[in-house]
């Protein structure tokens, strides 16, 4: 079983930037997705962003989340980073990074990977 590990979410002011980090350990092969998604308890489960290992990214609600979002790697750390600016808000919940290294992981959402991290919560206030 893969360990995830997200760090960065924080209390913000609306507007904010904010940078969460998600490692990933217990693997060593070169073929595996990481990705983010949020818990919002009015809004339920969203993907966010998720990233291959070329380093080919997809964003979620049809792409809009690239708006603000923004999804980087470090291949050889197994790590991944989520870069948020603007934020507002409908932003508040809990951002869990997921691992996936089996099959078409570019394909399914970061919701549906095998192995995620217990989240990182994120607020913001007005």
């Known amino acids: 079983q893969v360990h995830v590990r997200e760090s960065g979410g924080d209390s913000v002011q609306v507007g904010r930037s904010l940078r969460l980090s998600c490692v990933a350990s217990?693997?060593?092969?070169?073929?595996?997705?990481m990705g983010w998604f949020r818990q919002i308890p009015s809004k339920g489960r969203e993907a966010i962003a998720w990233?291959?290992?070329?380093?080919?990214?997809?964003?979620g609600g049809r792409g809009s989340m690239q708006d603000r979002f923004t999804i980087s790697r470090d291949n050889d750390r197994y790590t991944v980073f989520l870069d948020m600016k603007d934020l507002k808000p409908e932003d508040t919940g809990m951002y869990v990074c997921?691992?996936?290294?089996?099959?078409?992981?570019?394909?399914?959402?970061?919701?549906?990977?095998?192995?995620r991290g217990q989240g990182t919560q994120v607020t913001v206030s007005a």
């Open positions: 217990g693997y060593s092969g070169k073929r595996y997705c």
């Open positions: 990233i291959d290992r070329d380093g080919k990214s997809y964003y």
């Open positions: 997921s691992f996936e290294y089996i099959g078409a992981c570019w394909a399914s959402e970061p919701y549906e990977y095998r192995d």
